[in-house]
């Protein structure tokens, strides 16, 4: 594992003719300028993934600040899911990166504490998921199909037994996500979980009985899949959003 105290590492600390990663300090608020600069060498590669941070004394004369500055700061980037903070004797800061779970409950806040609504988020999966759709359609592997397939059957005994489906009906959209064996568009599906989660459950109490529909348009959308039909596949999930939307807005006109 690269340390940035070690000469040569990726962001290797500063030493002798080597330029300081770090600048002094003395306006604003100082953490928020800590975590500012911190993020941006992380964001520019010169922080590697993995790579250990100064310690908080060498933190702390490197930005001219005292010790409690320095671990404010450091708790911050840690909520961020920015680095990790390990004890003992090799232990120290070191720069990791955001889980897609850190970033969907991010999203997750950020509609319950904002104007956004599960009106937007329904728009928002239109674009990405009809994009998504004609990737699979193309890339999709057999056991993709197969855990697909097998995702509609365990939501056609849970809806058979009186329960809830709507777990089981966000996962069949994200490991739809991953059958497009693209990392980015998996990760992106997987940080949308829990907005995703938040609006179908709005379109429940709109029609509640509709999720048996919502069954029968997956595995018609899996047998396209199958078939390798993307036309037929953007359609049977432009019909399935538009009429999520739907419910969503009449949910949200009963309020």
Known sequence: MPDINQPGAPGAASGPGQPDLFSPINVGRISG???????????GGQLATGARLPSERDLCVQFG?????????????EANGLVEIRVGARGGAFVTAPTSDRIGAGLTDL????ALSAVEVTEARQLIDLGVVHLVCARATDQDVE????LCDAAEEVEAAGGSTLELSTEFHLRLA??????AVAMLAQSFREPILMSLERA?????????????????LVEAVRD????RAGQIMSAHLSRTLDRV?????AK
Do not use: C, W
């Open 228 to 231: 390798r039909d993307a036309e």
């Open 65 to 77: 600040v005292s010790r409690v500055t320095v671990r404010e700061a450091l708790r911050v980037l």
């Open 178 to 183: 991953q059958a497009t064996h693209n990392g």
């Open 33 to 43: 300028v800590i975590i500012d600069q911190i993020r941006q060498l992380i964001h």
């Open 147 to 150: 855990e697909l397939f097998a």
């Open 111 to 114: 509609l319950a504490l904002s």
């Open 204 to 220: 429940r109490e709109a029609a509640p009985i509709m999720g048996r529909k919502g069954i029968e348009e997956h595995r018609a």
């Open 249 to 253: 807005k009449d949910a949200n006109a």
